[in-house]
């Protein structure tokens, strides 16, 4: 049992002492916190591709999609691509930056890219945030964050979901976040939302940018350290782990639906290939591991979900075709052990190093955390904050 989890160089890593939880916290209304929610305009030059594939206006047409991109006699991806469509526009996508105030490590700024179903409020659960929010425990450890809803999520733009929503865009927002941020431009480029933004925010230029993803997050991630490889300083790939049985877990299982359908109110505007996960059910099996969750945080799931777009899913695989050479930081797999995603249901002894390392020749290092007894969302799992300080205890190995 938990072999690997004994066997990784982070157990060593780790002292005891460290794990003890962050000494401040935030006000739960969110008020106060040192944040400001911002509207930021991302230009964005991609090569996205055509796919071959069933339009999606009602559930009865996504089962069919689902139909034509999983039976045993699909085609590939690769193979649904019926031309190239070049990308060349601007896009509203809705963030949060925090900037603690005297924060011990403020001049290094995470970016957090939330995973499929989800919103950049993944990152930042509203329920009993001292429990959970990622961001509060990010703020209480000194760092700058920024959260944000990927594109055709959240409150972020939902353009065409075929054409446009794909993951070469994805990283392309990445990147010019991320470019915004190192180039100190991030606030004054955007309209600010909500919150104050102090003359700190409004010149924040951080030093060093670490990356965290979950699941899709983390695909989104890989793919871009592979194209820009010096634009980070160090990656966590949360909901993420290269072995054997990723992939075993068949998209279907996700129980999606059409977003308009399933909800008009929260999603009638979404349109054409807008899909959200459908049942509560499937939220507890894919995201979390009965014994290791309040029901509470189940209902946050369903509440708080959003909205997947079918160029998105056919598109993934583009991220993955290349080694992410040239990126020297490190790298931190940290997974809930049960989680179903990505390993199946069981991530003990199945992580394959070799893999990790094909992808991340480079590399200062690449490590393994399994977050003991949940499941794939591991913010929203008991025992959340113990696992964020091995996050941050890992990143101060490393000088982050
Ligand atoms: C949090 O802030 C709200 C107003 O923003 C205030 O009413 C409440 O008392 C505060 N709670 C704590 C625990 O400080
Ligand atoms: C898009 O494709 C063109 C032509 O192949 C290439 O020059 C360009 O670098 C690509 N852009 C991106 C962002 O990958
Ligand atoms: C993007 O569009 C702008 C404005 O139309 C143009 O100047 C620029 O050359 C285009 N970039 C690419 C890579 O096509
Ligand atoms: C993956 O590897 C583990 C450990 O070697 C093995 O028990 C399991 O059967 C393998 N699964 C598949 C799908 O090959
Ligand atoms: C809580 O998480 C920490 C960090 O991963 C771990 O050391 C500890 O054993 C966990 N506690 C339980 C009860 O699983």
Known sequence: MNTLRRLITLG??????ALAAPGRHYNATRAD???IELRIPVHVVANNSQYQMPRVDSTIDYVDWVWFTERWSALTSAELVTGAIPVNQTFTIHGQLCIPPGGSKADILQIATHGGGFDGRYWDVDVKPDEYSYVDAVLAAGYSILTYDCLGTGKSETPDAYDIVQAPVDVEVMQGLTSMARNGNLVSASTV???QPTPEMKAYRPQKVVHVGHS???FLTIGFTAAYPTLSDGIILTGMLFSNESGVFPFSDFAFEYAAENDPTLFGDRGSGYTVQGTAAAAQLVFLKKGAFEPELLDY????????A????????????????????SVLFFVGEY???ICDGDCNGIYEPAAAKAVYPDAESIDVYLQPGTGHGTTLAINATAGYSVIFDYLGQKGL
């Open 193 to 195: 939302i909500s919150g």
């Open 310 to 329: 079918v160029g998105e899913v056919i598109s993934l695989g583009t991220n993955l075709g290349r080694p992410a050479a040239g990126f020297k930081g």
């Open 216 to 218: 899709i997050g983390s």
């Open 339 to 341: 989680d179903f995603v």
């Open 33 to 35: 916190r040192p944040c």
């Open 301 to 308: 799931a369903v509440s708080t979900r959003s909205t997947v």
């Open 12 to 17: 060593a890593l780790i002292a005891p002492a």
